[in-house]
Nanobody, 115 residues
Framework: QVQLVESGGGLVQAGGSLRLSCAASGITFSANTMGWYRQAPGKKRELVATISSGGSTNYADSVKGRFTISRDNRKNTVDLQMSSLKPEDTAVYYC?????????WGQGTQVTVSS
C-alpha cells in the first residue's frame, strides 16, 4: 500500500520559516521523482519544487531562493525548507511521487502565513 504522509505545516508570520516533511512507504522511493505542490483556495494545484532520483532540483519561480527541497533515500523522506514566507504562500501543500508517469499524492498539510 502506497502512503505519502506529510507533516510540518502550520501557522507562521510573514518572514518566518517552516519545514515540511513527507514520509513515503510502499514505493521504490529512490527511483521516484519527488515533489511538493500546493493549492490555494480557488486556485489550481501548482508545482512548488521537485527533486529527481539523481538529485536534480526544479523550483517554481515564485519560490526560488526561498525554498529548498531535499531527499533522504535511506529514510524515504523528502523535505521542503521554506524561508522568508509570504502570505501568498498560504495553501495546502501536497507531497507527490512520480515514476514513469504514475503519480501518487499525500493528503496534504496546511500552511498559513499571516501578514
Amino acid at each position: 500500500q502506497v502512503q505519502l504522509v506529510e507533516s510540518g505545516g502550520g501557522l507562521v508570520q510573514a518572514g518566518g520559516s517552516l519545514r515540511l516533511s513527507c514520509a513515503a512507504s510502499g514505493i521504490t522511493f529512490s527511483a521516484n521523482t519527488m515533489g511538493w505542490y500546493r493549492q490555494a483556495p480557488g486556485k489550481k494545484r501548482e508545482l512548488v519544487a521537485t527533486i529527481s532520483s539523481g538529485g536534480s532540483t526544479n523550483y517554481a519561480d515564485s519560490v526560488k531562493g526561498r525554498f529548498t527541497i531535499s531527499r533522504d533515500n535511506r529514510k524515504n523522506t523528502v523535505d521542503l525548507q521554506m524561508s522568508s514566507l509570504k502570505p501568498e504562500d498560504t495553501a495546502v501543500y501536497y507531497c507527490n511521487a512520480e515514476l514513469l508517469g504514475l503519480r501518487r499524492w499525500g493528503q496534504g498539510t496546511q500552511v498559513t502565513v499571516s501578514s
